[in-house]
C-alpha cells in the first residue's frame, strides 16, 4: 500500500462560512484548499450571504453552494444528511459567535447546526469576530464546550479589527489556515503510511543529481543530471512509509515534503555523506546521482589564467559509490541505476553483476523524450539473481509513476528475499 501525499483528491472538505466580516477572506481559503487538491463544498448561512454572495463560492469551488435546509429542492440535490456524510472535515471558517453559541446549545435551526450534528466528521472552528465579543463570557463559555465535545478551536489573531478595535479576534489569514489542513491530512496519512506502507519502517538513503568536479575556485566539471527522477524516488519512498534521507547534488528542486535533505557537491563528499548515512543505519540504497566518473587531479587553488591555445587538465578516475557500499559488510539492499546511450540492457545486466547490486534500473538517455531533463522516463529494472524475478518493465511514465513502479519493484524483491529465505 502506498501514499501520494501530495494530493489530497480522494478528500472532501466542507467549508461553511458564517455572517462575519472575515467572509470576504474564505474566497481565498476556497482556492487555496483547491490548489491542494481537496474537493470543497461550501455551506453558508443567511448572516454569511450579507456580506458575499454564494456565486463567488460557486464559482471558485466549481460546486453549487448550500444555503437552505427546509428547502425541498435543495434536500432532493444533495440533502443534509448527505452533506454530513459526504465532509471529511468540516472547517467552519470565520465561525460567528452566533454560530459557535449554536453549536454549544445543540440547536438545529438552519443548514449548518443541523449539519453539525449530523456529522461523524471532525469539526474546526476559526472563530473572527470583535475582541470584547471574543472576551465575552457567554463566548468564552461556549468555546469552551465545543473543545469538551470534541471540536478544533483554532485560536484567532490579534491585531487591528476592521471595527478599529485593536485586540484578539481575527480570523488566522487563509493561507494559513489551507496549510493547517493540509499538514492534519499530511500526518493522518503519514501514521497509516507508516504502518502498513509498502516500505513501512524502512530507512532508506538516495543520491540524486549531478556531481560538481572544482577545476579552480571558479570553473567545474559536471553533467546534465536534474535529480528530477530521485527526487520523485524520494517522495514515493516517503509515501510508502520509509524515512527517507537525500543526498543532493547541486540541483534547483524543492525537497520532497517529509525527506531529510543533505546538500554535497563533489562525488568525494556524496561517499563520505553516503558512508555516514550506512552507520547511521540504511536498509534500502537507491543510488540516482549521475557520479562524474573523473575528476580534476590537482584543483587550482587560484582562478587559471587565459593563456596559450590548449589547455590540458589532468583527471584521475573517482571512486565509484554504489559498488563501494556494495562492498560493505553490513550492506543496504543496493538499488543502481544505468543511464546508457546504446546497448543498455547489456550493459545494465553486466553492471548489476560487477558492482555486486540487488536491483538496477536502467534508461536509455539517447531517446530525446525521457530521461535526464523529461519530466517522463521508461525503465526496465533487473534483478540479481537470488530474487529470481529476472527483469520487469517500466513502460513510459511520468517521473512521478516510474518511482511509484520502482518503490512496488523494491518491495517485490525484499518480499520475495524472506520468502524465498
Ligand atoms: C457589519 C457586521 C459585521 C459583523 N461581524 C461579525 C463578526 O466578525 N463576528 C461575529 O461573530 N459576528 C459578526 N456580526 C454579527 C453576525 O453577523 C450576527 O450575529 C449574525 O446573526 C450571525 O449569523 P450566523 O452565525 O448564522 O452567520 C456582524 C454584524 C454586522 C452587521
Known amino acids: 500500500m502506498s501514499f501520494d501525499l501530495s494530493v489530497f483528491s480522494n478528500k472532501n472538505i466542507i467549508l461553511a462560512v458564517t455572517g462575519g466580516i472575515a467572509a470576504y477572506k474564505s474566497a481565498i481559503l476556497v482556492r487555496r484548499l483547491k490548489d491542494y487538491g481537496f474537493n470543497v463544498r461550501v ?3 443567511k448572516g ?27 434536500e432532493a440535490g444533495m440533502g443534509h444528511i448527505e452533506l454530513a456524510r459526504w465532509a471529511d472535515l468540516i472547517l467552519v471558517a470565520p465561525a460567528s459567535c452566533d454560530t459557535i453559541a449554536k453549536f454549544a446549545a445543540g ?87 507508516e504502518k502498513f506502507g509498502l516500505l513501512a519502517g524502512k530507512r532508506v538513503v538516495i543520491t540524486a543529481g549531478p556531481t560538481r568536479e572544482a577545476i579552480d575556485p571558479v570553473r567545474y566539471i559536471s553533467n546534465h543530471s536534474t535529480g528530477k527522477m530521485g527526487f520523485a524516488i524520494a517522495a514515493a519512498c ?67 589564467k587565459k593563456a596559450g591555445d590548449e589547455l590540458n587538465v589532468s583527471l584521475v578516475k573517482n571512486p565509484d559509490i554504489v559498488a563501494t557500499i556494495a562492498q560493505q559488510e553490513k550492506r543496504p539492499f543496493m538499488v543502481g541505476f544505468a543511464a546508457e546511450t546504446r ?7 553486466g553492471k548489476l553483476v560487477a558492482k555486486k547490486l540487488d536491483m538496477i534500473a536502467c534508461n536509455d538517455v539517447s531517446r530525446a523524450d525521457i530521461g535526464f531533463a523529461s519530466d517522463q522516463n521508461a525503465m526496465t529494472v533487473f534483478f540479481a539473481e537470488q530474487y529470481q524475478m529476472q527483469k520487469r518493465d517500466l513502460e513510459k511514465a511520468s517521473k512521478q509513476e516510474i518511482a511509484q513502479q520502482l518503490v512496488e519493484a523494491i518491495h517485490d524483491a525484499l518480499h520475495h528475499e524472506i520468502e524465498t529465505v
Not at 48 to 74: C, K, M, R
Not at 343 to 349: C, D, G
Open 43 to 45: 455551506v453558508m448561512t
Open 238 to 304: 516517503y509515501s510508502a512509509g520509509a524515512k527517507v534521507t537525500l543526498l543532493a547534488g547541486p540541483v534547483s528542486l524543492d525537497t520532497p515534503n517529509g525527506v531529510r535533505r543533505i546538500n554535497v557537491s563533489s562525488a568525494i563528499k556524496m561517499l563520505d555523506e553516503s558512508m555516514h548515512q550506512l552507520e547511521e543505519g540504511c536498509d534500502i540504497f537507491i543510488a540516482t546521482a549521475a557520479v562524474a566518473d573523473y575528476r580534476v587531479a590537482e584543483v587550482s587553488e587560484h582562478k587559471i
Open 343 to 349: 546497448n543498455v540492457e547489456e550493459y545494465a545486466a
Open 48 to 74: 454569511a450571504q450579507a456580506f458575499i454572495t454564494p456565486l463567488t463560492f460557486q464559482a471558485l469551488s466549481g460546486n453549487s453552494v448550500h444555503t437552505e435546509l427546509l428547502d425541498p429542492e435543495a
Open 107 to 193: 440547536l438545529a435551526d438552519d443548514l449548518l447546526s443541523t449539519l453539525y450534528l449530523a456529522t461523524k466528521a471532525p469539526v474546526w472552528v476559526a472563530p473572527a469576530m470583535n475582541q470584547q465579543m471574543w472576551a465575552a463570557k457567554a463566548t468564552q463559555r461556549n468555546l469552551n464546550t465545543l473543545v469538551e465535545d470534541g471540536v478544533h478551536v483554532i485560536m484567532p489573531e490579534a491585531g487591528s479589527q476592521a471595527c478599529g478595535d485593536v485586540g484578539l479576534g481575527r480570523m488566522p489569514e487563509p493561507e494559513d489556515l489551507a496549510d493547517q489542513v493540509k499538514n492534519y491530512f499530511h500526518q493522518a496519512q503519514r501514521a497509516i503510511a
